[in-house]
């Protein structure tokens, strides 16, 4: 990852506040929002779905996700060359999500398995990974209860 295009870590992605599936991985990371501020929201696919692609898009500044080029971004680097998240790359590999006869393993200049970056920023995992890399930014790890919630989402929702 060479260049050092802006990743925007200060936005908090909220789509999946209006999912109730990931009501109980909030919970472990204490995070509740109000029945009454979703509202008629909950469980809506389409706002959610809204929600998702443009928190995302604005995140990597892109209009569209299609031309996001994941190697291009430093703190990606940095994210996927902790320890804690290799062993969340480890723990996708071994549920065979990903089969490799489809997306054989690319390792970028840093090693780092570029064919399995786009999987943290889908649905079900983005927001979590969000968290991470915010933890990275401001103190330069990632708290045990964010990994852990990652790492349940990994279990659960994949």
């Known amino acids: ?3 050092n295009k802006s990743y925007k870590f200060d936005i908090l992605p909220t789509y999946l506040f209006y999912d109730s599936s990931f009501s109980c991985l909030l919970s ?6 109000p029945e009454d501020v979703l509202g008629e929201f909950r469980d809506d696919k389409e706002i959610i779905d809204y ?3 443009s928190e995302l898009s604005h995140v990597f500044d892109e209009e569209n996700m299609e031309n996001v080029d994941f190697e291009k971004y430093d703190i ?7 320890n804690e998240i290799k ?7 071994d549920k065979n999500i990903l089969p490799t006869n489809i997306l054989p393993v690319v390792a970028n200049q840093e090693g780092i398995d570029i064919s399995i970056i786009p999987l943290f920023f889908s649905y079900h995992l983005f927001f979590f990974t ?3 890399i ?3 930014v401001s103190m330069g790890y990632i708290t045990e209860n964010r990994i852990n919630v990652i790492k349940d989402a990994i279990e659960s929702l994949l």
């Open 1 to 3: 990852m060479t260049t």
């Open 28 to 33: 472990k990371i204490n995070i509740y929002v």
């Open 51 to 53: 929600l998702y692609k």
């Open 76 to 82: 990606l680097t940095t994210l996927f060359n902790h």
């Open 87 to 93: 062993s969340c790359i480890q723990a996708i590999k």
């Open 130 to 132: 969000h968290l991470c």
């Open 134 to 136: 915010q933890d990275i």
